[in-house]
């Protein structure tokens, strides 16, 4: 596994989307929401576009212009009556738990977190080479929330 690529998740993950005091970057695409975060050679971007129902892109590069590795994502608020806003409360406190669990790789948040009356749970199976993953969320043990993604490494 590379540590250096590991590491750099960790600290990308918890600089951008789930930290919520981190500004947006400018939109890269018509509609998207964009983040960016860099150290080193190292820059990792996020482009997501919706909202209660998204899709989204992570990508790091090497050396500034090198994509190495990279993630998609697609996820649904399936309880309509709950807001971006109201899930965002579940989800990024989850998400900044990145890279607590040593056997979950940091591409989404630990195996299971709770807060209050939300339980996220996440599954992924893989590593940082291919993996594939379902991130999920209930409000009193009703399944309200869902996401899958899937990545791995970049090489022409």
Known sequence: MNTDLYEF????????????????ANSSRN????YEYSNGNMIYHDTYFGGTKFMGEEV????????IWGMNYY?????????????DKALRP??????????????????EYINGEYKYTFVVEGDLNY???????????KRVYILKCHGGIIKR
């Open 75 to 87: 996820g649904v608020t399936l309880d309509e009556t709950l807001s971006e806003e109201a899930v």
């Open 31 to 34: 509609g998207s929401y964009d």
């Open 94 to 111: 989850a998400l900044m738990q990145v890279g607590m669990d040593k056997d979950v790789i940091p591409v989404r948040g630990p195996k």
């Open 9 to 24: 998740l960790i600290e990308a993950k918890k600089q951008t989307y789930a930290n919520e005091n981190v500004e947006k």
């Open 131 to 141: 993996f594939e993953g379902t991130e999920t969320i209930y409000k009193n043990n």
């Open 60 to 67: 790091v590069y090497a050396e500034e212009i090198t994509p």
